[in-house]
């Protein structure tokens, strides 16, 4: 790991610093929504819910997401939310030796996944993905990265479309032109959602794990439209997979 895991804070306190700066602490649900994925629930992770629960609840099998990693992660990439580096771990990247940042609030994920991404010898950045990340305090380089990903992340995040959207707000800052964001989210409407599917939401929701209760397939089309192009949307279960392009900047933007 490079020298920025320095950073990592553990446990995850009140007085949370977010990269360079400080930044206000994430506020309670914030907190609850990453507070779950502690060792002992990341070392049944790959199984219970890239597994079964995709598989038999969500009704997307992981292969799904590791194609969508496969056709869009660049040699510069940065992963929001990271999890056990599952799909980093398997996927290709296109050099041997890809820079990779990984930035998640909670610092035993980081930890796992560093670990298990060691062979790039990853960068890690402990940040709220709903504040803005901290750009070119020495962390996390804007407009540098070929690739962001963001897989199963947004489910877990409370908020609106508009308040999730920050996320999206710190993809296209991280990426270059002509960057790819990609990953995929467990939606609650404008998809089909099974009996079993609802019955665990409306659990993981009523925890705080999820925040997906007003998460639909329209805002989610929205909340990429207004910052990227080229949109693919696939849904498969009641999991919506996406991939965009960041735009280049107009004639004006360009300055
Ligand atoms: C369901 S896991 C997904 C892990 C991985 N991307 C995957 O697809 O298997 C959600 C991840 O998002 C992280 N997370 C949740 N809320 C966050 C926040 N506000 N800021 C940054 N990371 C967050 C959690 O710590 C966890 O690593």
């Excluded at 079964?52 to 990693?69: E, G, I, P, Q, T």
């Excluded at 962390?139 to 070929?146: F, I, N, S, V, Y």
């Excluded at 329209?218 to 207004?226: E, I, K, M, N, V």
Aim: aromatic share 8%.
């Amino acid at each position: 790991m490079r020298a920025a895991n320095q950073g990592i804070r553990e446990p995850l306190t009140r007085e949370y610093v977010g990269g360079n700066a400080t930044v206000p602490p994430p506020p309670e649900e914030v907190i609850a929504g990453q507070a779950v994925y502690n060792r002992f629930m990341l070392a049944g992770y790959d199984v219970l819910v890239l597994g079964f629960h995709c598989r038999l609840v969500w009704r997307c099998a992981k292969r799904h997401m590791l194609d969508n990693y496969q056709r869009n992660i660049g040699a510069r990439h940065a992963e929001f939310g990271t999890g056990t580096a599952y799909f980093l771990d398997r996927c290709g990247f296109p050099t041997a030796t890809p820079e990779l940042t990984l930035v998640d609030l909670n610092p035993t994920v980081l930890r796992v996944s560093a670990a298990r991404a060691a062979r790039y010898h990853p960068t890690v950045v402990q940040a709220d993905v709903l504040q803005p990340l901290p750009f070119d305090g020495g962390r996390l380089q804007a407009g540098h990265h070929d690739s962001v990903g963001a897989n199963f992340l947004l489910h877990c995040l409370p908020g609106t479309w508009a308040e999730k959207g920050v996320v999206f707000d710190n993809a296209a800052v991280a990426l270059r032109p002509g960057g790819r964001i990609f990953g995929s989210t467990i939606l609650s409407s404008g998809v089909r959602v099974n009996a079993p599917a609802r019955r665990l939401m409306k659990v993981y929701n009523a925890r705080g794990i999820f925040h997906n209760t007003d998460d639909d397939l329209a805002g989610l089309r929205w909340q990429l439209d207004q910052r990227f192009t080229d949109i693919q949307l696939a849904v498969r279960g009641c999991v919506a997979l996406f991939e965009a392009t960041k735009p280049a900047p107009t004639e004006n933007q360009a300055g």
